[in-house]
């Protein structure tokens, strides 16, 4: 059995460090922190931390929030985000969708994927006359709060479910399920219905409806949520309508992108 060498552990240290990097990006994109908490949180020696955290902001994948002395995701992220999003075929067939519909109202309209365990708007659009705190694009939250994270849970393979009820389900609201076993069972009805709808569990004053989109083999590629002030539930004539409306973009969507009536 041959030896390992110097360049063996050179590339098994860069690998390390690669991957290091992007768990420093992951962590930081979840929640803007400073050196320390990056030490704590991924249990590094300080000196790894703090030259991981500085290189990346070297090459301006981190920023430093002077005001508050913590880092965040830096421009060049912005610039590798935004080429991504150039090139979605669900994101662009979606604000082609927007741009002709103008009859969705009452609600602020998302079109989300998912990232790692966190359902991600990578566009929003307005349609209400109200403001809705957190419902921005970028705006990330758990997949088990709120109808698009489990729309996107709901529709992901049994061993990813599997993995993701076995780790700590944070409470946004009291509202939020924190439970596995009532987890799965709120996605084996999302899987049954073919969409989702909650209130209050992701804040206290919202509520939201999302379904899913499919691509080419019944693949799912993400899904659209329109969220709205809980006032908006007790028009039930309008939530109908906003049902109808949700369903209609979420299945021309499905279609425009390759997926055919009966694969999902």
């Known amino acids: 059995m041959q030896k390992p060498t110097a360049l063996d552990a050179r590339s098994t240290e860069a690998k390390q460090g690669l991957e290091r990097s992007f768990a420093v990006l992951d962590l930081i994109a979840a929640r803007p922190c400073r050196v320390v ?10 000196a790894t931390a703090h030259r991981t955290v500085k290189k990346l902001e070297k090459a301006q994948f981190l ?9 965040e995701i830096g421009p060049r992220m912005w610039h590798l985000g935004s080429a991504y999003l150039a ?25 989300v994927e998912r990232i790692g365990d966190f359902s991600v708007v990578i566009h929003a659009e307005k349609r209400q006359v109200q403001e809705i705190s957190k419902a921005q694009y970028g705006y990330h939250i758990p997949l ?14 049994p061993e990813f479910v599997s993995a993701y009820c076995s780790k700590p389900l944070e409470q946004l609201t009291p509202l939020t399920i924190a439970d596995p076993d009532a987890l799965r069972e709120r996605l084996a009805q ?5 969409f989702a709808q909650t209130e209050g569990d992701v804040q206290t004053f919202t509520g939201s409806i ?14 659209v ?5 809980k006032k908006v539930a007790r028009d039930h004539a309008l939530m109908d309508e906003l049902k109808e409306a949700l369903l209609l973009m979420t299945h021309t969507l ?6 055919h009536p009966g694969q999902v």
């Open 37 to 46: 908490d990056v030490m704590r949180d991924m249990g590094l020696p300080w």
């Open 190 to 194: 999302v899987r049954s219905e073919g």
């Open 254 to 259: 499905s279609v425009s992108l390759g997926w």
């Open 87 to 111: 090139n979605n075929k669900m994101l662009s067939t979606a604000i082609s969708y927007l741009a002709r519909d103008r009859d969705i109202r009452g609600v602020d309209v998302q079109v």
């Open 210 to 223: 999302a379904a899913p989109v499919f691509g080419a083999k019944g693949a799912l590629v993400g899904c």
């Open 63 to 71: 920023m430093l929030n002077t005001e508050t002395s913590h880092y």
């Open 144 to 157: 088990h709060a709120g109808s698009k994270g489990l729309v996107l849970l709901a529709y992901e393979s």
């Open 225 to 229: 949520c329109f969220v709205y002030l």
